[in-house]
Each structure stands twice: as C-alpha cells, then as structure tokens.
C-alpha cells in the first residue's frame, strides 16, 4: 500500500489529467516507477521514510508531471462510427416519416422516442469504463441465458410485450455477451460450458417462435468461436473447436430441418416458389415482383400480385407489418433500386468500418467483444438483404439503426456505443489473466 506521501502526490498528478478514466492507469504507473526508486535508494544504504522521500522529489513537480501524462493519456474519439451512426438514424427517420409520419399515427413519436433512449443508452456507455467490466462476463452470460429461460414461457401469454421484448435483446446483445465468457473461461471446458447453455436460447427462439433471430444467435457465436480460437482462447488446437462447433450446429441444424415439417417446406419454398401454391409462397412472389418492376431512380409499377397482396393496404400503402420485414424492398419500389443499394452501402460500410477498427485493439478483451458485437450486426445485416431479394423467407429480424423495431434499435445503438467505448479507450488497459475456476480434485489408493 503506498503511503500518505506516496498518495498525496498521486492525488495531485492525477488532478491535472482531464480523462478520469485514465487516473486508475496513472497511479500504477507512477506508484511502479516511485516504489523501484525507493527500493534504489534502499540498497544504497538509506531509510525506507528518507527512500521514499527523495524517490518522490525526483519524479518533479506534480503539476508538470501532471501535464505530461495528460498530453499522453487522451481518449481516442471514434468520429467516423459516429458519424455513419447518425447518417443511418436520419435516413430511417426520413423513410418513417415520409411513410407514416404525416398520418396521425403516433409510430413516427415512438421511434423520435427510441432513439433518444438509444442516444442517452449510447453516450453513457461510450464514456464508461467498460475494461472493469470483464471480470463481470461470467455472470452477464449467465444471466443472459437465464432470462431465456424465464420468459420463453411468458411469449406464448397473454400480454406477451415484455417477454418478446426480452428475446429480441437477447438475440442482439447474445454473441457479444458470450465473447465476454470466452474471454473469461478460457479452454477448452470454458468453450463446451458455454456452449451447452447457448442452446438454451438458441432452443427458446425457435420454439417461440423466432427462427430468424436463433439463425443469428448461432451464426455470430460461431464466428465468435473461430476468432476465439485463433487468438488462443479456446485450448491450444486451435482448430478443433471450429470443427467441433461448426459441425455440431451444421448437423444439428439439418436434423432440425429434417424433423420438422414445416420448416422443410420453408427451404423447398424458397428454393422453388414456383412449384408451390400462392398461399405458400406469395411472399418471396410479391418481393421479386416488387424488385423486378422497380426502376434506378423513381417509383417502381405496381402490379396485380401487390394489388391483392397482404403486404398492401387498399389505399396501395405498404402494410406496417410488411414494412418491418421489407424496408428495402419498399424503398427500391418506391424510391429506386439505387437508393436502397446506397443505403445499405453506408450500413455495411459502417458494420466494415467497426470490424476492422476491432480486429486492430491491442487488448484481447476488446478484440473478441468487438467481434461479437459485429458479427451480430452483419448476420442481422445479411438476412434481412437476403429476406429483402426474395432469397430466404423473413423471419423476425430488423436492419440494424433502419428498420422498424424499437426495441433492437435501442439494443443495437447500445451494443455500438459499448464497442465504441472500447476502441476509444484501447491501450490504457492490459489484459488481466482471469481467476482459475476451482477445481476438486480426488485422489485414491489402495492399499492391501
């Protein structure tokens, strides 16, 4: 522990240094650099009081030392992220308003509402120090996964908002959540642990039922374990658990398909849809008629298909419902093809831009969240294009900071601003090797 001396003089450099969250890092570092000179000063023959003394004196005065760590302890702001951020947000807000804003509806007030609790969600995070919450991973997932487990049952109840509300932050926030276990427990026994209880989840959103949003849970975590293991977290082979992990959920996905039915049918629907009855396969209909008649710049034709179609109302309005699920499909319609295209440029441009800014962090905690968090944007990102070309039939999934969707909205701009907490705060925390789990352990013998 250093002493009263030792501390007021860390008391009156760190007073000098503007970020706050750089005090912790300071201390160290001058408490280090003050107890090696005490000890010097020792081994020459002096007092540990008179050592301690002098090694203070040498390190300057507290106000010039002060200033120096402040020029060199600054945050690293993430403008750019930033910036494609609030472009995203203007556009959705154009799109809402010039679609049902100017109609008494009160969706437009709601989403004004979403982003501000999103915004408020995002500056707290951004300037948290979220390194200390690393050692905090363990539980978060832990929660995360019991959360699943409580309101699964509640999706299927009456006044079921707030449960459904619960799985669609769980889908989000889940990839991220479990970067942070790997983090922590890491091995091999970490990898199966956390593993076995994403099935948890996984299990509750296909059941609710949210196939897109257990797709996406499955997909980023995989993409989590491949980065996990070639940056060491997960044993030293460091491609058996991609193997294992890859090829437990490829095959266990196909048993699914094969035992269920009706989601075999999904895949034969969006393989042929032409081969099917209009009941079963109007919707990737209805979008590839949309996409085809749609023009570069201008409103696309309107056919007899969307006429009678449930994604229309009889004012020729798209239905709110639909216009969740097909933003981009409505904008490429109605606006031009080459409109959608520039907008979903400037969010795959945004989601490219945090991956590889992630990929660069020097702290290892830092590089796996960031991994997770922008594997669930992109899997988001990817279904809804595909479910917006015809290709996949859509299952709940918004477009991240776009779409319709209050909940994931306020949920991804969270999960941006944390990410973005962390690369502004990148090299003024080391990675911390984490506590071993407690192991018992039995020994037998025998004896005659």
């Not at 690369?423 to 192991?439: I, V």
């Amino acid at each position: 522990m250093p002493s009263d001396r030792v501390n007021e003089y860390l008391k009156s450099v760190c007073a000098e240094v503007r970020w706050r969250q750089a005090h912790d890092a300071v201390r160290e570092e001058l408490a280090a650099h003050i107890e090696d000179q005490t000890e010097a000063y020792m081994r020459s023959g002096m007092e540990r009081e008179t050592a301690e003394r002098k090694a203070v004196e040498s390190m300057g005065s507290p106000a010039e030392t002060g200033l120096r760590l402040d020029a060199s302890y600054r945050p690293k702001p993430q403008r750019g992220p930033v910036i494609m951020l609030t472009a995203l947000l203007m556009i959705s807000a154009v799109c809402r308003f010039a679609e049902y804003g100017n109609g008494g509806d009160s969706a437009f007030g709601k989403f004004i509402i979403a982003v501000c609790i999103g915004g408020g969600l995002f500056i707290w995070l951004y300037n948290a120090n979220l390194y200390r919450l690393a050692e905090w991973s363990r539980a978060a997932y832990l929660a995360a996964v019991l959360l699943c487990l409580v309101v699964y049952p509640l999706c299927h109840a009456r006044g079921r908002s707030v449960a459904v509300a619960a799985l669609q932050t769980a889908a989000i926030a889940m990839p991220a959540l479990f970067a942070g276990w790997l983090y922590v427990c890491r091995g091999f026994g970490g990898l199966l642990t956390g593993g076995a209880m994403l099935v948890i989840p996984i299990a509750g959103m296909l059941m609710a039922p949210y196939t897109g949003a257990a797709v996406n849970v499955a997909a980023a975590c995989l993409a989590v374990i491949a980065f996990a293991s070639v940056w060491g977290l997960c044993g030293k082979n460091r491609w058996l658990p991609i193997a294992l992990s890859w090829g437990s959920v490829l095959c266990g996905g196909y048993g699914l398909l094969r035992s269920n039915a009706r989601w075999w049918q999904r895949v034969a629907v969006m393989l042929r849809p032409e081969a099917f009855p209009e009941d079963y396969s109007y919707q990737i209909r209805v979008i590839r008629d949309m996409l085809r008649t749609s023009r570069p710049i201008g409103r696309g034709q309107d056919t007899e298909m969307m006429r009678y179609s449930m994604l229309f109302k009889r004012d020729g309005s798209i239905d709110r419902e639909a216009y969740v699920d097909f933003m981009l499909t409505t904008i490429a319609h109605r606006y031009g093809w080459v409109i959608a295209l520039i907008i979903a440029a400037v969010l795959i441009g945004l989601i490219a831009m945090l991956f590889f800014k992630a990929l660069k962090l020097t702290s290892l905690f830092g590089k796996i969240m960031g991994c997770g968090i922008c594997a669930s944007l992109l899997m988001q990102t990817v279904q809804y294009i595909l479910g917006n070309c015809g290709i996949v039939i859509m299952g709940w999934l918004p477009l991240p900071f776009l779409s319709y969707g209050n909940t994931s909205l306020m949920v991804n701009m969270a999960m941006m601003g944390l990410l973005c907490s962390l690369m502004r705060s990148d090299g003024l925390y080391a990675d911390k090797e984490p506590k071993p789990l407690n192991k018992l352990r039995l020994r037998l013998e025998w004896e005659k």
